[in-house]
């Protein structure tokens, strides 16, 4: 009976251990990606703030839209 409940503690402890190891790797291999900020340019008609990929530029003015570029030569 004693060596029965033996074996069990050490299946229960080989599961909690194997446990962790699957956290811990789990972790690492998310924590080692690394996000890669963009530069954000404003938006001169409404203030937004828009990748510099995505921007409209007219003249050394940034719009961040087609319909915002618009509106802002009307206003001239």
């Known amino acids: 009976m004693s060596r029965l409940l033996l074996i069990?503690?050490?299946?229960?402890?080989?599961a909690l251990i194997y446990r962790r190891i699957l956290q811990y790797k789990k972790q690492t291999t998310t924590s080692s990606k690394r996000i890669v900020a963009k530069n954000m340019v404003r938006c001169n008609y409404c203030g937004v703030h828009?990748?510099?990929?995505?921007?409209?530029?007219?003249?050394?003015?940034?719009?961040?839209?087609?319909?915002?570029?618009?509106?802002?030569?009307?206003?001239?």
Request: glycine share 0%; hydrophobic share 30%.
């Open 8 to 14: 069990l503690v050490l299946i229960i402890l080989a």
């Open 50 to 76: 828009v990748p510099e990929d995505e921007v409209i530029n007219d003249n050394n003015h940034n719009y961040s839209s087609e319909e915002h570029k618009q509106l802002e030569q009307n206003k001239q």
